[in-house]
């Protein structure tokens, strides 16, 4: 069965702080897909990204990186240099390759202070 | 582009009545799915809908229900409300089911927010 683990339930931080959102995900497929999205709070989830299981590399866009580990069914997400628009929930989500249906976690509520 | 719509934002309405939530895909977007987000539970996945057929369904009861037309917009519907069903109904649309490319990006919209007293 899916499942994804967001162990860190709130995290607040001072602006320009570096920030990593934790994710564990569980899943008996060979072939799966992983996603984080932010909801701000108008409610509407925003995609940031997909990798699939085949595809270990880490990947880098501006100040937002993901740290993909199979070996501890791991896709953590940090934040470099932490502005106040980036405080929102995040959520973390598996889906199997021929679905979908995504298993959310239970997300992290980022606050960024200036 | 437009993004996903959905109306109404927000709705009030008392135990036992019903409700119908609409959900407007992106233009070409043929996949459109169902979520409920509830601060205990988070979010759900209800169902999905492809060519105007359920093609995927969670584990929520029959209360539960929707259809999709042939422009690919969508409805939900949640008889015989009960308390237990105030959430954020979340609707996103993707190009397409999920297939031997993977699953799809997801877009959501705004969501419809339920108060059931």
């Known amino acids: 069965a899916q499942k994804v683990t967001q162990a860190q339930t709130e995290i607040s931080v001072v602006e320009k702080e570096d920030v990593t959102l934790d994710c564990v995900y569980e899943t008996r497929d060979t072939t799966y897909y992983l996603f984080w999205y932010k909801q701000p709070p108008s409610g509407e989830l925003v995609f940031l990204i997909r990798r699939n299981s085949f595809d270990e590399q880490n990947e880098i866009s501006g100040r937002y990186s993901w740290n993909f580990q199979k070996s501890t069914s791991s896709f953590n997400f940090t934040i470099t240099a932490s502005q106040v628009v980036d405080s929102a929930v995040y959520f973390c989500?598996?889906?199997?390759?021929?679905?979908?249906?995504?298993?959310f976690g239970a997300g992290t509520r980022l606050t960024v202070k200036p | 582009k437009a993004g996903v719509t959905q109306t109404p934002r927000y709705l009030i309405k008392t135990r036992g009545q019903q409700v119908t939530l609409s959900c407007s895909p992106i233009s070409g977007h043929r996949s459109v799915s169902w979520y409920q987000q509830t601060p205990g539970q988070g979010l759900q996945f209800l169902f999905e809908?492809?060519?105007?057929?359920?093609?995927n369904k969670g584990n929520f009861p029959g209360r539960f229900s929707g259809r999709q037309f042939s422009n690919s917009r969508s409805e939900m519907n949640v008889s015989t409300l009960e308390l237990g069903d105030s959430a954020l109904y979340l609707c996103a649309s993707s190009l397409a089911l999920a297939g031997p490319s993977g699953a799809n990006v997801l877009t959501f919209g705004a969501g419809s927010r339920l108060t059931v007293l």
């Open positions: 809908y492809f060519s105007e057929t359920q093609r």
């Open positions: 989500a598996l889906s199997e390759r021929f679905n979908n249906d995504m298993r």
